[in-house]
């Protein structure tokens, strides 16, 4: 007790927090002629001021890094969780995580990932907080922004265009576009962007009443299935159509893109990169990490494509088990566009078609959905 009243520090702490006025109720005390009390009281009074102090100093240093390029290695992250297809539309993530390019780079968080058969899955991981940042489609990316009410999905990068494939069993009586109405026609997980497009396209281009044909078959099932006669033709992203092609001697009736009913320009995204607005705000600098090696893939796969190829081969084959047959990533890279552009038509014409399609309740509007603003560096 008689510390309170020493010439050490203690009183000098409380002489600094009386300019606050705590310390000045205390004195006011002592004036009263009650000693000992005043003491305990101005005891008390420091620990109070001590302890404020120590919540305010704490709040400050624990504040998350969002906005203005915060998010970075003192924010706290202790993993980066990326999802990802096996696909050739993936290409940017299949590499750079095979190269460890992406984990390098959000040091010194830890990098993990798990890989997807197609969108939906992947937005349900988004949501229940499995995964942090996704490559993915625009349908399931779309359905997955109305499904948060705009509040659980942004698009913070384009990654590929083009590169979906409608390839038929060579027996099925298929040899044009046409002749895909009332078939059994193949897409790789219901709601995904191939199935949203050939929903569309059998109803609302060929007349049928409904699409019940269109059947959703995991994309390493279809070329048995094609070869039984189970399915007579399916609606799929690189490599999938091409390895129906080499393996199940399937036939090339067109490409989406050039389906100008569909898509008037001539070019449609496939693939996207996702976060979800919390990530993005609070870790503004790790996205921007990761979006660095995303767009120097890019840039390579746009340049040199025929380069990457082996690197490709190699990390299908690590993720899949099973070497592609010969030819079909080249063929496969050659029906790819890789770009950083997310093509926002395209995103407002499966927002469109999954109302029509009913995947959604009510039209979703796509805006706040596109964010490039830390892709553009701002």
């Known amino acids: 007790m008689n510390m309170l009243t020493s010439e050490n520090g203690m009183v000098r702490l409380t002489t600094q927090w009386g300019r606050g006025g705590l310390w000045g109720w205390g004195m006011w005390v002592k004036q009263k002629g009650s000693g000992g009390r005043m003491k305990v009281l101005g005891f008390r009074v420091s620990v109070l001021a001590l302890v404020v102090g120590f919540v305010l100093l704490g709040g400050c240093e624990k504040k998350p890094g969002g906005g203005g390029g915060g998010g970075g290695s003192g924010s706290g992250l202790k993993e980066v969780r990326l999802g990802y297809f096996a696909n050739v539309t993936h290409a940017q993530a299949v590499l750079g995580v095979e190269s460890g390019a992406f984990a390098k780079a ?33 349908g399931p ?24 494939l409608i390839v038929a069993r060579k027996d099925s009586g298929i040899n044009s576009l046409a002749d895909l109405k009332g078939k059994r026609i193949a897409t790789p997980q219901l709601g995904n962007t191939q199935d949203i497009s050939a929903k569309h396209y059998v109803m609302a281009v060929l007349g049928q009443g409904d699409a019940s044909n269109v059947l959703a078959v995991a994309n390493a099932e279809q070329a048995a299935m094609m070869v039984r006669r189970q399915i ?16 199940a001697e399937g036939k090339l009736i067109a490409e989406e893109k050039d389906i100008r009913e569909m898509w008037p320009g001539g070019e449609l995204a496939l693939t996207v990169v996702i976060t979800t607005p919390k990530f993005l705000k609070a870790h503004r600098a790790v996205l921007g990490k990761v979006l660095g090696v995303h767009r120097g893939l890019t840039k390579r796969l746009q340049e040199e494509p025929g380069k990457c190829v082996g690197e490709l081969d190699a990390a299908l084959l690590k993720l899949t088990g099973k070497r592609l047959p010969a030819g079909v990533l080249e063929a496969s890279v050659k029906h790819v566009k890789f770009t950083d552009d997310p093509l926002e ?7 469109k078609w999954s109302y029509e399609l009913r995947f959604a309740k009510e039209v979703v509007g796509i805006e706040g959905l596109v964010d490039l603003s830390v892709l553009k560096g701002k």
């Open 106 to 138: 959000v040091l010194p968080a830890g990098f993990s990932t798990k890989v997807f058969n197609a969108g939906p899955s992947l937005i349900e991981a988004l949501f229940a907080e499995e995964v942090d940042i996704g490559y993915i489609g625009p």
């Open 141 to 164: 990316a779309i359905m997955g922004h109305g499904k948060s009410k705009g509040q659980g999905v942004r698009v913070v990068s384009g990654a590929a265009a083009n590169g979906a």
């Open 345 to 351: 038509g395209t995103l407002e014409a499966m927002a």
């Open 232 to 247: 007579d033709a399916a609606w799929v992203p690189e490599p999938w159509g091409s390895r129906l092609i080499a393996v």
